[in-house]
Protein backbone atom coordinates (compact mmCIF):
# COMPACT_ATOMS: atom_id res chain seq x y z
CA UNK A 1 0.00 0.00 0.00
CA UNK A 2 0.98 3.68 -0.75
CA UNK A 3 2.65 4.79 2.39
CA UNK A 4 4.60 8.74 3.06
CA UNK A 5 6.60 8.56 6.20
CA UNK A 6 7.67 11.93 7.78
CA UNK A 7 10.63 12.65 10.07
CA UNK A 8 10.01 13.13 13.45
CA UNK A 9 8.84 16.58 15.17
CA UNK A 10 11.74 19.95 15.68
CA UNK A 11 12.01 22.54 17.52
CA UNK A 12 14.16 25.46 15.87
CA UNK A 13 14.93 28.78 16.99
CA UNK A 14 14.30 31.87 15.01
CA UNK A 15 16.80 32.08 12.01
CA UNK A 16 17.83 28.88 11.66
CA UNK A 17 17.04 26.23 9.10
CA UNK A 18 14.76 23.03 9.27
CA UNK A 19 14.97 19.95 7.18
CA UNK A 20 11.79 17.44 6.68
CA UNK A 21 12.27 13.85 4.71
CA UNK A 22 9.52 12.01 3.06
CA UNK A 23 10.12 8.07 2.69
CA UNK A 24 7.55 6.96 -0.04
CA UNK A 25 6.80 3.27 -0.47
CA UNK A 26 4.12 0.86 -2.31
CA UNK A 27 4.67 2.71 -5.98
CA UNK A 28 7.43 3.95 -7.89
CA UNK A 29 8.47 7.26 -6.50
CA UNK A 30 10.09 8.65 -9.74
CA UNK A 31 6.53 8.57 -11.12
CA UNK A 32 4.51 11.05 -9.29
CA UNK A 33 5.10 14.21 -7.96
CA UNK A 34 5.62 15.31 -4.19
CA UNK A 35 4.27 18.24 -2.61
CA UNK A 36 4.69 20.16 0.63
CA UNK A 37 1.49 21.94 2.44
CA UNK A 38 1.92 23.08 5.68
CA UNK A 39 -1.31 23.80 8.24
CA UNK A 40 -0.48 26.79 10.94
CA UNK A 41 -2.47 26.55 13.79
CA UNK A 42 -6.20 27.35 13.35
CA UNK A 43 -5.06 28.00 9.65
CA UNK A 44 -6.29 26.49 6.49
CA UNK A 45 -3.69 24.33 4.72
CA UNK A 46 -0.65 26.89 2.68
CA UNK A 47 0.48 24.81 -0.52
CA UNK A 48 4.23 25.38 -0.53
CA UNK A 49 5.73 24.14 -3.73
CA UNK A 50 6.73 20.58 -5.83
CA UNK A 51 9.41 18.37 -6.84
CA UNK A 52 8.82 15.78 -10.06
CA UNK A 53 10.15 12.79 -8.39
CA UNK A 54 11.43 11.66 -11.78
CA UNK A 55 13.52 14.49 -13.33
CA UNK A 56 13.68 16.66 -10.24
CA UNK A 57 11.86 19.82 -11.76
CA UNK A 58 10.60 22.00 -8.68
CA UNK A 59 8.20 24.70 -8.60
CA UNK A 60 7.57 26.88 -5.47
CA UNK A 61 4.61 29.36 -4.01
CA UNK A 62 6.08 32.80 -4.80
CA UNK A 63 5.13 32.91 -0.75
CA UNK A 64 8.05 30.67 -0.40
CA UNK A 65 10.54 31.73 -3.01
CA UNK A 66 13.96 32.11 -2.09
CA UNK A 67 13.53 30.51 1.74
CA UNK A 68 12.28 26.79 0.40
CA UNK A 69 14.28 23.99 -0.84
CA UNK A 70 12.69 20.90 -2.12
CA UNK A 71 14.83 18.01 -2.94
CA UNK A 72 14.62 13.89 -3.59
CA UNK A 73 16.83 10.88 -3.14
CA UNK A 74 15.47 8.54 -6.09
CA UNK A 75 18.01 5.82 -4.43
CA UNK A 76 16.39 6.38 -1.45
CA UNK A 77 12.78 7.37 -2.69
CA UNK A 78 12.45 9.72 -0.52
CA UNK A 79 11.91 13.49 -0.86
CA UNK A 80 13.31 16.35 1.25
CA UNK A 81 11.95 19.95 2.25
CA UNK A 82 14.06 22.62 3.83
CA UNK A 83 12.97 25.98 5.43
CA UNK A 84 14.94 28.76 6.05
CA UNK A 85 15.03 31.74 8.34
CA UNK A 86 13.02 30.33 10.37
CA UNK A 87 10.30 33.09 12.05
CA UNK A 88 7.73 32.49 14.38
CA UNK A 89 4.95 32.13 11.99
CA UNK A 90 6.78 29.17 10.05
CA UNK A 91 5.17 27.35 13.57
CA UNK A 92 3.37 24.56 11.73
CA UNK A 93 2.40 20.89 10.65
CA UNK A 94 4.45 20.51 7.42
CA UNK A 95 2.90 17.38 5.19
CA UNK A 96 4.46 16.01 2.47
CA UNK A 97 1.72 14.69 -0.24
CA UNK A 98 1.68 12.98 -3.66
CA UNK A 99 0.27 13.43 -6.77
CA UNK A 100 0.16 12.88 -10.58
CA UNK A 101 1.35 15.51 -12.93
CA UNK A 102 -1.11 18.41 -12.57
CA UNK A 103 -3.16 16.10 -10.39
CA UNK A 104 -5.15 16.17 -6.98
CA UNK A 105 -2.73 15.31 -3.83
CA UNK A 106 -3.76 11.52 -3.06
CA UNK A 107 -1.99 10.31 -0.35
CA UNK A 108 -0.63 12.70 2.34
CA UNK A 109 1.73 11.83 5.14
CA UNK A 110 1.51 11.76 8.91
CA UNK A 111 2.64 15.05 8.96
CA UNK A 112 5.61 16.69 11.07
CA UNK A 113 5.28 19.47 13.71
CA UNK A 114 7.70 22.46 13.49
CA UNK A 115 7.93 24.62 16.29
CA UNK A 116 10.04 27.87 16.08
CA UNK A 117 10.41 29.39 19.64
CA UNK A 118 13.75 31.34 21.18
CA UNK B 1 -4.23 33.47 -7.15
CA UNK B 2 -7.39 31.78 -6.69
CA UNK B 3 -9.15 32.51 -3.51
CA UNK B 4 -11.72 29.38 -2.32
CA UNK B 5 -14.27 30.85 0.06
CA UNK B 6 -16.53 27.81 2.07
CA UNK B 7 -19.26 28.37 3.91
CA UNK B 8 -20.77 27.54 6.04
CA UNK B 9 -17.90 28.16 8.70
CA UNK B 10 -19.99 25.03 11.30
CA UNK B 11 -22.28 23.23 10.24
CA UNK B 12 -24.22 21.74 13.14
CA UNK B 13 -26.41 18.24 12.54
CA UNK B 14 -27.43 15.20 13.98
CA UNK B 15 -26.76 11.68 12.25
CA UNK B 16 -28.88 10.40 9.58
CA UNK B 17 -28.86 14.48 8.23
CA UNK B 18 -27.76 15.52 4.96
CA UNK B 19 -25.05 17.96 4.69
CA UNK B 20 -24.36 20.36 1.95
CA UNK B 21 -21.10 22.15 2.26
CA UNK B 22 -20.05 25.29 -0.56
CA UNK B 23 -16.92 26.58 -2.21
CA UNK B 24 -16.96 29.57 -3.79
CA UNK B 25 -13.63 30.10 -6.02
CA UNK B 26 -12.39 33.84 -7.25
CA UNK B 27 -12.25 33.03 -10.63
CA UNK B 28 -13.24 30.07 -12.73
CA UNK B 29 -11.74 26.70 -12.53
CA UNK B 30 -10.71 24.93 -15.35
CA UNK B 31 -11.04 21.67 -16.13
CA UNK B 32 -12.87 21.25 -12.80
CA UNK B 33 -9.72 20.73 -11.35
CA UNK B 34 -11.38 20.93 -8.20
CA UNK B 35 -10.80 18.62 -4.88
CA UNK B 36 -12.51 17.86 -1.42
CA UNK B 37 -10.98 16.62 1.40
CA UNK B 38 -11.21 15.29 5.19
CA UNK B 39 -9.20 16.20 7.91
CA UNK B 40 -9.79 14.36 11.73
CA UNK B 41 -8.05 16.14 14.79
CA UNK B 42 -4.54 14.89 14.22
CA UNK B 43 -4.80 13.12 11.24
CA UNK B 44 -3.66 14.33 7.65
CA UNK B 45 -6.23 15.60 5.39
CA UNK B 46 -7.65 12.35 3.27
CA UNK B 47 -8.78 12.82 -0.41
CA UNK B 48 -12.68 12.30 -0.68
CA UNK B 49 -13.71 13.77 -4.01
CA UNK B 50 -11.26 14.95 -7.29
CA UNK B 51 -12.06 16.70 -10.44
CA UNK B 52 -15.53 18.10 -8.77
CA UNK B 53 -16.99 14.94 -8.77
CA UNK B 54 -15.54 11.54 -8.90
CA UNK B 55 -15.14 9.80 -5.52
CA UNK B 56 -11.79 8.80 -4.66
CA UNK B 57 -10.91 4.91 -3.74
CA UNK B 58 -12.86 3.59 -1.06
CA UNK B 59 -14.99 6.65 -0.38
CA UNK B 60 -18.36 5.84 0.78
CA UNK B 61 -21.48 6.50 -2.15
CA UNK B 62 -22.79 8.88 0.59
CA UNK B 63 -19.87 11.29 -0.85
CA UNK B 64 -20.73 13.68 -3.27
CA UNK B 65 -19.23 16.24 -5.38
CA UNK B 66 -21.00 18.61 -7.95
CA UNK B 67 -20.37 21.84 -9.54
CA UNK B 68 -17.83 23.53 -12.30
CA UNK B 69 -16.39 27.47 -12.91
CA UNK B 70 -16.52 29.06 -9.63
CA UNK B 71 -19.35 27.26 -7.27
CA UNK B 72 -18.81 23.69 -5.57
CA UNK B 73 -20.85 21.86 -3.49
CA UNK B 74 -20.25 18.61 -1.50
CA UNK B 75 -22.66 16.48 -0.40
CA UNK B 76 -22.82 14.05 2.45
CA UNK B 77 -26.39 11.95 2.43
CA UNK B 78 -26.70 10.78 5.58
CA UNK B 79 -24.27 11.95 8.47
CA UNK B 80 -22.26 8.87 9.74
CA UNK B 81 -20.55 9.17 13.59
CA UNK B 82 -17.30 8.76 11.53
CA UNK B 83 -18.09 11.66 8.93
CA UNK B 84 -18.05 14.75 12.07
CA UNK B 85 -14.61 16.57 10.87
CA UNK B 86 -13.76 19.50 9.02
CA UNK B 87 -13.80 19.43 4.87
CA UNK B 88 -11.18 21.37 2.84
CA UNK B 89 -11.99 22.05 -0.80
CA UNK B 90 -8.82 22.55 -2.97
CA UNK B 91 -7.87 24.15 -6.33
CA UNK B 92 -4.98 22.43 -8.46
CA UNK B 93 -5.47 23.99 -12.03
CA UNK B 94 -4.03 27.17 -11.47
CA UNK B 95 -0.45 27.59 -9.59
CA UNK B 96 -0.04 28.65 -6.43
CA UNK B 97 -2.29 25.53 -5.52
CA UNK B 98 -5.06 26.89 -2.66
CA UNK B 99 -7.37 25.69 -0.21
CA UNK B 100 -10.26 26.93 1.17
CA UNK B 101 -10.52 27.73 4.70
CA UNK B 102 -12.41 24.38 6.04
CA UNK B 103 -15.67 23.96 6.74
CA UNK B 104 -16.62 21.87 10.26
CA UNK B 105 -19.41 19.84 10.31
CA UNK B 106 -19.82 19.08 14.10
CA UNK B 107 -22.60 16.98 16.32
CA UNK B 108 -25.87 18.48 17.12
Known amino acids: QVQLVQSGAEVKQPGASVRISCKASGYIFTTYTIHWVRQAPGQRLEWMGWINAGNGDTRYSQKFQGRVTITRDTSASTAYMELNSLRSEDTAVYYC???????????WGQGTLVTVSS | EIVLTQSPGTLSLSPGERATLSCRASQSVSNNYLAWYQQKPGQAPRLLIYGASTRATGIPDRFSGSGSGTDFTLTISRLEPEDFAVYYC?????????FGQGTKVEIK
Open chain 2, 90 to 98: HQYDISPRT
Open chain 1, 97 to 107: ARSQTGRELDY
